[in-house]
T-cell receptor, first 116, second 114 residues
């Protein structure tokens, strides 16, 4: 596909469980971002990858959240010991380079996570 | 540090009327500014962006925005609303020296009445 793909589109999990959310960026895009969008709010930055490395993880709320991008393409956001407050839409975006602040980011449709 | 404030969480206009969505920003460095649109059950789509070239920026679907440094504003306008413009709109800022990380406002839901 031509766009950013996120799977699953919806995920319901029980409190305390572990979840993984997947992002397939646009082919060739070296920059990848994760954002979290709570109900009625704008997206909030979580983490930024340039290639395989996490260049900025300042938005991760705590150590239950972790993300990887081992081959510089697909990324997985991992949440341990989920809490009800983690319920949100998790958005992934990619851009051709990510260097400089004027780069356009292309967003996926998001994964809606519900913790019950 | 950067921040964005969108004035008005909901805006309602009649079809054919002017659309005005307000955005004010705070930035310690010259900003790059963006407007994104989010249709129901879809991802965010870029409408337009300001990157220190022309202060009046034209985007897709007839939208435009004007960067006003003195007012720290980047309001989005469209002369004539269409029903298809009903969506949620987000203003965002990115510092010129960083890596493309976006700071978003809380969003404005645009309702278009027939």
């Amino acid at each position: 596909g031509a766009g950013v793909s996120q799977t699953p589109s919806n995920k319901v999990t029980e409190k305390g469980k572990y979840v993984e959310l997947r992002c397939d960026p646009i082919s060739g895009h070296t920059a990848l971002y994760w954002y979290r969008q709570s109900l009625g709010q704008g997206p909030e930055f979580l983490i930024y990858f340039q290639g395989t490395g996490a260049a900025d993880d300042s938005g991760l709320p705590n150590d239950r959240f972790f993300a990887v991008r081992p081959e510089g393409s697909v990324s997985t956001l991992k949440i341990q010991r989920t809490e009800r407050g983690d319920s949100a839409v998790y958005l992934c975006a990619s851009s051709p380079s990510g260097v400089g602040g004027g780069t356009e980011a292309f967003f996926g449709q998001g994964t809606r996570l519900t913790v019950v | 540090a950067q921040s964005v404030t969108q004035l008005g969480s909901h805006v309602s206009v009649s079809e054919g009327a002017l659309v005005l969505l307000r955005c004010n920003y705070s930035s310690s460095v010259p900003p790059y500014l963006f407007w994104y649109v989010q249709y129901p059950n879809q991802g965010l789509q870029l409408l337009l962006k300001y990157t220190s070239a022309a202060t009046l920026v034209k985007g897709i679907n007839g939208f435009e925005a004007e960067f006003k440094k003195s007012e720290t504003s980047f309001h989005l306008t469209k002369p004539s609303a269409h029903m298809s413009d009903a969506a949620e709109y987000f203003c965002a800022v990115s510092a010129s020296s960083n890596t493309g990380k976006l700071i978003f406002g809380q969003g404005t839901t645009l309702q278009v009445k027939p």
